[in-house]
């Protein structure tokens, strides 16, 4: 692994943290809520995984490894938890975003 | 380079380009069942022989037949996606036929 | 030879990048669907140059997965969208 | 007690609640109630037994699975732990007493049967409170977090209707980008320090730029979570639109845990990093959260969203801690810096036997009266006292009224305003505890009006009823108890009482 | 240095960036789905130039696999159901400037950060040192269930909990009766037929494989779980002799078997969660086993509820 690899990932973190954290504000329909909240854990586990891949001699760091399996089967949960609230809201009402009139 | 070495990356690159082809495809035919046709086949051969080159590499019989593997699985998994969304499609321009008739 | 895989990967990935146009295109899901499964392959193609580029045998795996649920996707739409779509049909012929 | 007794009890603070949670799950509907009460008492005692233990033994680390850090995960019991330990126990019991009579009584089930899992989410939110109160661990936390969070979340959208999902996806969002901004900003201050357990990272807090940014994420994270005013915009709807058992658990307690964590990371991780700009900039968030809360809870019409934004400006005085604790290495020994401690946490207490007093009361009105509107709860004095006396003394409390735990811990953030000489956070106090009582007596003159057109009211069971008076009455008992509860306090923590103060009461 | 890597994690960085941002901004809600699945593939890819193939197997069966199949459901919900999207008023330019500005900032300012980082050393070392004593051999997998098992211990703990919260969602505990037509002698079915042996042999592979190489508990699971959904998908519905009592027993039952253990060590007068050098290893197999077998089945339960849900929608009223 070259050591610029890693730094690139490091600073996709960055912009993917950007898009994700005003997507889930400035998107109106709840999917696309769920799918900016969904890029912006992804940006904190590239910047875990790229700081887990600066090499000190040992090989990859494993401990950010199992944080970001961690993470994502949080994520994951979290999200199929969103969704089935979204599905629900639009199911009774109609809304697929909040604010709207039904 | 030995010959093994260059063989793989004759059929390496053979790939490559079925990919492309079928991307170019993808994006230049004019209907959908065209295109389908043309994506699943040539990237399912494009893996094919990536697959092929890149088992002339590996060291063990068991990596060998995983690579295989692999590659028996994406044919089944390209067959079955070419027939649902084939049969999707037909299924909806039809269904979209009898109600244009219908009305 | 694995500055070959490399490239070979890069290539595939500007081809991925091209094929993105059909979904931005369309026009209907079904197309873009099919742009999906060739992400998959493609995917599964970069993996496995991966794996021998960096020497990484897992990648192997992970390629494995990958193709198993290739069809999942696929399989989930079809049978969402196709059935409530063709009942309608069915029951006005 | 010996002090090697402690570590099994610091696991069993997270163990215990998860157990019953599980048991309650896998039992048929009608033991829930039962198993999930008898598992609360044993989280009460366990709970009750880690503060004396910490009183006699001071602060205690546990190391989980056997590993020290910095690989393994650790957990610490402190003064201020053990506080909030303790104050989430008192809670718990007579909202679970509550919450078993109203779900028994056939209330806010409607044709769903799904509120029957009630007892293991309270039970594993619970859980990840005490999880919260005792970590150590920057990555151990965040998924404490999301323990916490989910299952709050799970919670508020119980009664399955339709503002309370709208209300629920909202929180769950709100609690997504916050939880998430943490996680940020723990993976900068791993790559940073390269460690996740607190004390390791703090030794390497310095001003540099990536940390700052990285506490930025973090408090900005947590902030959310604690609907700091303006991230507040989540928890009016959410807590009003629940249950009241849950109104109550979410607003007395669920806030209060990601406070608590600004709290810790900012005496314990960021303390020679924060700037005096940044706690002013806290404070005055918190006074604005003070005024706007207040000043929005005056103008709601329905019972429960006064009580929700309430606890919006109520949440506001807690901030007031920290510009009064953030000063010059100077003034290190400086009296005032007990006192606001004191005080900031003793408005964390207060707030939450009050709170959940005044949302388990109003959800007894709601039921009474059968509407939400404050105008319908007229005349409620002769008809319903106990609730009505609940609520006023909980509102007394609320208000920082003599002699409840909301007056000392106004009086003491007042003190410590002077002392500092930062003055201006005083108007503040003053005008919060003025808007304060406006909403509380604008309720209670509705309660104590005679009506000629007066409502047949339900019947309430009494139980429901006596559960709101003794949170009131704990809110009012800890104005007189402040000596042993600051004791337990200041054990292990940054802040304890210097000296005996000279001429100065609490 | 070497340049053609440096191309193609360029190229990956650039496509990764460009598919997240498309995925918010384009139109509809079809494209957004897809390019998100995409972006999933795509963090796979980036996950496997950075060795940590653990975490692309873990992407690989949730970015394509289950939340691109969950979020493919919902794509038909939301377009179908119902009457379409009332047309939503455009977003004012000044709320786009905004936007974008904010972005910018945050981007900025979070990318200097990031390039202001100095270099720690992590516990690459502290780990590789530990990782005899861990009884297993596989690092990863050492820190997931041993070193940190208690953040494991959690995440396990998570799913149930999502599941409860779906529960609440639905407005319904349970599953809905069996509600599916068998569709024998499709295409569709004839892939399930024969790819479901091969899909368990690969779970079973993968939980095998975590104890020395990338792979595990979380992994195997998420393929079972796929397995389950392959089956639903192909027509069969949630089975009849599934008891409830039974579902909460499997939903709970990874969770538990670990607090059980957790607290046996407790009893034994080790630290929670303490495993004993001599019985690490089986140990940590056993958990694995019974994480394997809830978080499979969680995952299923998640697609399978929310697919239930849509041919049978929750019975609570909607009073507002």
Same mark, same amino acid.
Request: proline residues 5%.
């Given at each position: ?102 | ?103 | ?93 | ?16 609640? !998860? ?92 044709? !769903? ?96 730029? !990536? ?175 106990? !609730? ?119 | ?15 990764? *960036? ?26 796979? %890819? ?19 696999? %289950? ?130 042996? *091969? ?122």
């Amino acid at each position: 692994m070259t050591a610029e690899a890693h730094e690139i990932y490091a600073l996709l973190a960055a912009p993917l943290f950007a898009v994700g954290l005003v997507g889930v504000f400035a998107c109106r329909h709840f999917l696309k809520k769920i799918i900016a909240a969904k890029i912006l854990g992804a940006s904190a586990f590239l910047l875990l995984i790229a700081l887990a891949a600066r090499d000190h001699g040992e090989g990859p760091d494993p401990v950010p490894h199992a944080m970001v399996i961690t993470g994502i089967v949080v994520a994951v949960s979290a999200a199929a938890f969103a969704l089935t609230l979204a599905r629900r809201i639009w199911q009774e009402t109609g809304q697929s975003g909040f604010g709207e009139k039904p | 380079m030995t010959i093994s070495e260059g063989v793989t990356l004759i059929l390496c690159l053979a790939g490559a380009v079925f990919f492309l082809a079928g991307t170019v495809g993808l994006l230049r035919f004019p209907d959908f069942f065209s295109r389908l046709h043309a994506l699943t086949k040539a990237d399912t051969l494009g893996l094919g022989l990536i697959v092929l080159g890149l088992m002339l590499q590996v060291g063990s019989i068991a990596a060998a037949l995983k690579l295989l593997l692999i590659w028996v699985l994406a044919l089944l998994a390209s067959t079955t996606v070419c027939h649902l969304l084939g049969n999707y499609e037909l299924s909806r321009s039809s269904g979209g036929e009898k109600r244009k008739a219908g009305s | 030879m694995q500055v070959f895989y490399l490239l070979l990967g890069a290539f595939l990935l500007a081809n991925l990048a091209a094929a993105l146009l059909r979904v931005i295109r369309g026009p209907g899901t079904a197309d873009r669907l099919m742009t999906a499964q060739l992400f998959g392959t493609t995917g599964v193609a970069v993996l496995l140059l991966l794996a021998e580029a960096m020497e990484a045998a897992a990648l192997r795996d992970t390629a494995l997965v990958f193709v198993l649920l290739a069809v999942l996707i696929v399989a989930a739409f079809t049978r969402t969208e196709g059935t409530e779509e063709r009942r309608p049909a069915g029951k006005g012929s | 007690m010996t002090a090697a007794a402690l570590s099994p009890l610091m696991a069993a603070a997270v163990a215990v609640p !998860t157990a019953g949670a599980l048991a309650a799950f896998l039992l048929p509907n009608r033991w829930r109630a039962a198993v999930g009460l008898g598992f609360s008492v044993l989280t009460l005692l366990a709970t009750f037994a880690l503060a004396a233990g910490v009183t006699l033994h001071g602060p205690q680390d546990l190391f989980l699975g056997g590993w020290a850090p910095p690989l393994g995960i650790r957990l610490h019991l402190d003064g201020l732990a053990a506080v909030f330990l303790a104050m989430t126990a008192l809670v718990a019991i007579p909202v679970g007493i509550y919450a078993r009579t109203f779900f028994a009584a056939g209330e806010g089930s409607g044709s !769903t049967d799904q509120t029957h899992l009630f007892w293991p989410l309270w039970l594993i939110l619970w859980a990840g409170m005490n999880g919260v109160y005792l970590s150590a661990d920057l990555f151990n936390l965040y998924v404490m977090i999301e323990v916490t969070g989910i299952s709050a979340v799970a919670l508020a959208v119980l009664s399955g209707k339709v503002p309370a999902l709208t209300a629920g996806l909202r929180y769950l969002l709100a609690a997504l980008v916050g939880s998430l901004s943490y996680l940020m900003g723990v993976a900068l201050m791993y790559g940073t320090a390269g460690a996740l357990d607190l004390a390791l990272v703090a030794e390497a807090m310095d001003r540099q730029w !990536t940390l700052r940014v990285a506490m930025g994420l973090l408090l900005v994270g947590l902030m959310v979570k604690t609907a700091l005013f303006p991230l507040h915009f989540w928890l009016p709807a959410a807590h009003s639109a629940a249950l009241p058992p849950v109104s109550a658990i979410l607003s007395a307690l669920v806030v209060k845990a990601t406070f608590y964590l600004i709290l810790r990371f900012w005496v314990e991780v960021f303390e020679g990093s924060v700037t005096i700009a940044a706690s002013q900039a806290m404070g005055g968030l918190g006074a604005a959260a003070i005024l706007w809360g207040s000043y929005q809870a005056l103008r709601q019409e329905r019972l429960k969203l006064i009580v929700a934004h309430s606890t919006v400006g109520q949440l506001g005085f807690l901030f007031l801690l920290l510009p009064l604790i953030t000063v010059d290495a100077t003034a290190a020994e400086a009296p005032w810096l007990a006192w606001a401690w004191h005080g900031g946490i003793y408005q964390a207490l207060a707030h939450a036997f009050a709170k959940a007093s005044l949302f388990l009361a109003v959800g007894i009105f709601v039921i009474a009266v059968g509407s939400d509107d404050r105008r319908a709860s007229v005349d409620l004095v002769g008809r319903l006292p106990m !609730t009505t006396f609940a609520f006023g003394l909980a509102g007394m409390s609320l208000i920082g009224l003599p002699p409840s735990g909301g007056f000392v811990a106004k009086w003491m953030l007042l003190k410590a305003t002077f002392a500092s000489g930062q003055w201006w956070w005083a108007p503040v106090i003053v005008a919060g505890s003025f808007l304060t009582a406006g909403y509380v007596f604008g309720i209670l003159r509705q309660a104590f009006a005679p009506s000629e057109r007066r409502q047949p009211l339900r019947q309430v069971p009494k139980t429901l009823e006596i559960c709101a008076l003794a949170l009131a009455v704990l809110a009012i008992l800890i104005g007189f108890r402040s000596e042993e509860v600051l004791t337990l306090l200041d054990i292990g923590v940054p802040f304890a009482e210097p000296a005996p103060p000279e001429g100065s009461e609490p | 240095m070497n340049p053609v890597a440096v191309g193609f994690d360029g190229l990956l960085a650039l496509l990764i *960036l460009f598919l997240a941002v498309r995925a918010l901004t384009a139109p509809g809600l079809q494209q957004p789905v897809i390019l998100f699945i995409a972006f999933g593939l795509a963090m796979a %890819l980036a996950w496997a130039r950075m060795r940590a193939p653990d975490v692309a197997l873990a992407e690989a069966a949730i970015g394509t696999g %289950l939340l691109g199949v969950l979020l493919i459901d919902s794509l038909g919900l939301f377009t179908r159901s119902k009457s379409e999207t009332p047309p939503q008023p455009r977003r004012s330019r000044a709320a786009s400037i905004l936007a974008v500005g904010t972005t910018l900032l945050l981007a900025g300012g979070l990318g200097f950060a990031i390039l202001a980082m100095p270099e720690a050393e992590g516990l690459a070392a502290a780990a590789a040192e530990k990782l005899g004593a861990s009884g297993v051999d596989h690092p990863v997998t050492a820190v997931l269930l041993n070193f940190r098992s208690f953040d494991t211990w959690l995440e396990i703990g998570v799913l149930l909990i999502a599941m409860w919260g779906l529960f609440c969602a639905g407005g319904r505990e349970g599953f809905a009766p069996r509600a599916t037509e068998a569709r024998p002698g499709t295409v569709l079915g004839g892939t399930v037929q024969s790819l479901l042996p *091969l899909v368990l042999l690969v779970g079973i592979y993968l939980l095998w494989l975590g104890k020395v190489d990338s792979g595990g508990a979380f992994q195997a699971g998420v393929v079972l779980g796929a397995a389950g959904i392959l089956l639903r998908l192909g027509g069969l519905g949630f089975p009849d002799w599934l008891r409830p009592w039974l579902v909460r027993t499997l939903l709970l039952f990874g969770f538990a078997f670990m607090l059980l253990v957790g607290l046996s060590a407790l009893f034994a007068g080790a630290a929670f969660l303490e495993y004993p050098p001599t019985l690490a290893g089986p140990l940590i197999l056993a958990v694995e086993l019974a994480a394997t077998l809830s978080i499979g089945f969680t995952l299923y339960c998640f697609f399978t509820y929310l697919f239930d849900l849509r041919i049978h929608p929750a019975t609570a009223s909607s009073e507002s």
